[in-house]
């Protein structure tokens, strides 16, 4: 068993930048691949990024790759997605889930846990 925990989010100004982590309990958390997810309202939720366990691999959303970048470290069991030039459309509850296989999944399907999500709110 794996819990998550975000934190990070916050009310931020369009062109600024966020740090979210997310933190997880047990001694297991080097051997998941790591993703995040974000989902806003009466949207569904929606692909990130993706690390894998060893942190070598990194995979992202074509709408945040070069402006949002996925790390981790394993030593801190915690997973990073650092977001910079956000905008508006940004806006949503961002989650970061555990995956125990190597495929490299750009869907929710398939995660094996998650955590209860932390608010990012991006002001005009």
């Known amino acids: 068993q794996v819990q998550l925990v975000e934190s990070g989010g916050g009310l931020v100004q369009a062109g600024g930048s966020l740090k979210l982590s997310c933190t997880a309990s047990?001694?297991?958390?080097?051997?998941?691949?790591m993703g995040w997810f974000r989902q806003a309202p009466g949207k569904e939720r929606e692909f990130l990024a993706r690390?894998?366990?060893?942190?070598?691999?990194?995979y992202y959303a074509a709408s945040v790759k070069g402006r949002f970048t996925i790390s981790r470290d394993n030593a801190k069991n915690t997973v990073y997605l650092q977001m910079n030039s956000l905008k508006p459309e940004d806006t949503a509850v961002y989650y970061c889930?555990?995956?125990?296989?190597?495929?490299?999944?750009?869907?929710?399907?398939?995660?094996?846990?998650w955590g209860q999500g932390t608010q990012v709110t991006v002001s005009s």
């Open positions: 889930a555990a995956d125990r296989t190597t495929v490299v999944r750009t869907t929710p399907w398939g995660y094996d846990y």
């Open positions: 047990g001694r297991t958390f080097s051997v998941y691949a």
């Open positions: 690390i894998s366990s060893s942190g070598g691999s990194t």
